[in-house]
């Protein structure tokens, strides 16, 4: 059984097409994490959220604690946004991580 | 650059043995926080750590060990490793105790057991 689960697994775009990657979690959680991982294998947070929305530059958050669900969108998406996403969630005791499979994002011009 | 460093980038060692992986936490971050990446089971949660003391246990086998020294490293030790232990392990870094901050991933180290 997995706490956390992403749609879809795979995920081709035109450049400049708008992207939207789900992500429904099963246990209470403390913040919500979406990660972006390229090629070369380096991690880096994008967001950290626990309610709302958070946007940085083309790239949207948003979060339904009520119905465990999170998206990520990415709008005018370009090549570079080309990696693979992960949901991760933290657990309400503050102490417990758990991972989505990751979404590959591939972006074509 | 996250801030955060991992040695080494590559390890390449033989069934049975053990290895040790080091993270250095960003400056000021007492969170430690270790991951394990295989291509069978993504990413998983091993350990965490606050300021010398284990604060949580994820998936972490028995045969691997890690801490926390005065000085914020970590280490983790894995030892008679297995074919399967092949994976890229992450350490990553935070300011606070609790897993809902942001943290701060290490580049990796890629462990290839054969």
């Known amino acids: 059984k997995n706490e956390v689960e992403q749609s879809p697994q795979n995920l081709t775009a035109q450049e400049g097409e708008f992207i939207t990657i789900n992500c429904s979690y099963s246990?209470?959680?403390?913040?919500l994490h979406w990660l972006q991982q390229h090629p070369g294998g380096g991690i880096v947070s994008l967001f950290m959220?626990?309610?709302g929305k958070k946007k940085h530059g083309r790239l949207i958050a948003t979060i339904n604690i009520q119905e465990k669900h999170s998206s990520l969108h990415i709008t005018a998406s370009h090549p570079r946004d080309s990696a693979v996403y992960i949901c991760?969630?933290?657990?309400?005791?503050?102490?417990?991580?758990?991972f989505g499979t990751g979404t590959s994002l591939t972006v074509i011009p | 650059d996250s801030g955060v460093t991992q040695t080494p980038k590559h390890l390449i060692t033989a069934t049975g043995q053990r290895v040790t992986l080091r993270c250095s936490p960003r400056?000021?971050?007492?969170?430690v926080y270790w991951y394990q990446q295989s291509l069978d089971q993504g990413l998983q949660f091993l350990i965490h750590?606050?300021?010398?003391?284990?604060?949580a246990k994820g998936n972490i086998l028995e045969r691997f060990s890690a801490q926390q020294f005065p000085d914020l490293h970590s280490e983790l030790n894995l030892s008679s490793l297995e074919l399967g232990d092949s994976a890229l392990y992450f350490c990553?870094?935070?300011?606070?105790?609790?897993?809902?901050?942001?943290?701060?991933f290490g580049p990796g180290t890629r462990l290839t057991v054969l």
């Open positions: 990553a870094s935070s300011n606070q105790i609790l897993g809902y901050n942001e943290q701060f």
């Open positions: 246990v209470g959680i403390s913040a």
């Open positions: 959220l626990s309610s």
């Open positions: 991760a969630v933290g657990g309400n005791t503050g102490n417990q991580f758990y």
């Open positions: 400056s000021g971050d007492l969170s």
């Open positions: 750590y606050y300021n010398g003391e284990e604060r």
